[in-house]
């Protein structure tokens, strides 16, 4: 591991950030590792790294430079950048911001990662969301009574969930068959999901510290 921490970490990538999201990050813990291209959001605010990793295709010399001591050049193209920092990074929660949003194909990829390392405890942030991925087994979230929530495998995967206004029993869902866009919470709030696949879920941004909680308070996500 090139980052261990008893702590929270911010992810950084060098996708779209928004001034919300990377204040909410930033709130969560100021202790940052920057994702190749990430390094120039921080650069731009002042911030010190942690550790800047990846394959440092989009870093300018001018911030790796000034980041020199903590720079960590991951030479191969196997993997994403995304993933070369999150196989090195060890920490009770990882927030992660500029991951998600501009190009599709970069978005995709990382969500690819986020179902692989679903066991990982990491939340992505974007404009409008926070996403992260459950993986098989029961899981309990407390929520907003309301509040939307999808559910997406990238797998094929066994799906039942309760506290739902479409609740699910034993559905058979793969990303080109049935999957649950835009459900709602209903009830006291309490969804239980029980999945034998790793799952990605997509609440609303404002749900990121009722997700975040149990995580950052070093409980678990099943229930």
Known sequence: MIVCSNEPIVLVGGGPVNVVEFNIAQAISPRMVAADGGA?????????PEAVIGDLDSASEEVLRDFAARVHPIAEQETTDFEKVLTRVEAPLMVGVGFLGGRLDHTMAVLNVLVRFAARPVFLLSEEDVVFALEAGAHLLQLDHGSRISLFPLGEAGVSATGLAWPLEKIAMSPD??????????????????TDAPLL???????????MAPVAEGGARAG
């Open 40 to 48: 120039a959001l921080l650069h731009a605010r002042g911030l010190m």
């Open 177 to 194: 068959a049935m999957i649950s866009v835009s459900n709602k919470v209903v009830g006291s709030g309490e969804v239980r999901i029980e």
């Open 201 to 211: 879920i997509t609440l609303p941004l404002a749900a990121h510290g009722a997700v």
